[in-house]
């Protein structure tokens, strides 16, 4: 792994700036190593560290009232959690927890802030990492509110039924995804609401499809 | 047909993301790259898949209609 200042360096965040810049920021910093399941974060809580990810796995997910865990992504090295909760001082959107060994380096919101100000270069460099971010939810939300993904994803489904005749092969999530040209986190969820629906059954590696017709009318909304 | 995730060693990078994620242990490292070590006890929730950046692993579907 990276030593501290290597990969603060590494992180879009704080590209381009000077050994000095880097020296003064990465002091800010501090390691923080996570066991497996540890919370870093909880919906509805304050968040006030800024965490990235310098190893390990990070899932962000949010909890709905009956209880069912919803993982909008996954962190792995270089990313970053808590960036919502820091900037709009908010309450925090999302939990995060680690699903294997993680090790963090972490800054306070408050001292990140104020190191803005003496290095505008850096918040020039947040706001392109926080418009690439809106720029990817703005793909989501026009998915998930056209409800084309799930539309997609019913197409391929029959399109791969295994006893429809010709031989077809398996897929995994990560080529469904590829296939309706959305991000495999979508998938997983698009699978949850037709299940929900009643229109299919997922029984480990087989997804079961419960009501033909029904996944058909799916299908066919655009 | 065993039921358990495909790992392609070719892809491995030997990060053990996978053995992480596990919660039924049946992934480990051996000469730095993942393998399968049980045939059972698998619970599908592809998370190996998931975490794997080089993507060598699949936990691919069978669509059957009932």
Redesign the interface.
């Known amino acids: 792994m990276m030593d501290k200042i290597d990969f603060i360096s590494s992180v879009p965040y704080f590209s381009g700036l000077t050994k000095t810049e880097l020296d003064a920021i990465a002091a800010l910093f501090f390691e923080k190593n996570g066991k497996?399941n540890e919370v870093f974060t909880l919906e509805g809580e304050p968040a006030e560290t800024l965490y990235f990810v310098a190893s390990?796995?990070i899932k962000v997910f949010k909890t709905s009232a009956e209880g069912k865990e919803q993982i909008l992504s996954?962190v792995?090295p270089g990313g970053s959690l808590n960036e919502i909760a820091i900037f709009d001082d908010g309450p925090s959107p999302t939990s995060a927890e680690a699903?294997?060994?993680v090790v963090l380096y972490g800054i306070s919101g408050a001292d990140l802030i104020l190191k803005l100000q003496t290095y505008p270069k850096i918040a020039k460099s947040i706001i392109k990492a926080l418009a690439s971010q809106v720029r990817q939810l703005m793909s989501l939300i026009e998915d998930l509110a056209f409800k084309r993904v799930i539309s997609r994803v019913a197409n391929i489904?029959l399109e791969?039924?295994?006893?429809?005749g010709d031989k077809?092969?398996?897929?995994?999530?990560?080529?469904m995804a590829a296939m309706a040209g959305t991000a495999?986190e979508v998938v997983?969820r698009s699978l949850k609401t037709l299940e929900d629906n009643g229109v299919l059954?997922?029984d480990?590696?087989?997804?079961?499809?419960?009501n033909?017709e029904g996944l058909k009318e799916l299908a066919q909304i655009s | 047909m065993i039921?358990v995730p495909e790992i392609q060693l070719e892809k491995c990078d030997g990060c053990g993301?996978c053995v992480?994620?596990c919660s039924s242990q049946l992934i480990m490292m051996r000469e730095s790259v993942a393998v399968v070590i049980k045939t059972e006890g698998?619970?599908?929730c592809?998370?190996c898949?998931?975490?794997c950046?080089t993507?060598a692993i699949?936990?691919?579907?069978?669509?059957?209609?009932?």
């Open positions: 497996k390990g796995v996954l792995r699903i294997t060994p489904l791969h039924v295994v006893n429809g077809q092969p398996r897929l995994t999530q990560q080529e495999r997983g059954r997922i480990r590696h087989r997804i079961i499809i419960t033909k | 039921d993301l992480d994620v698998c619970n599908w592809t998370l898949e998931a975490v950046a993507g699949r936990c691919p579907f069978e669509i059957i209609i009932e």
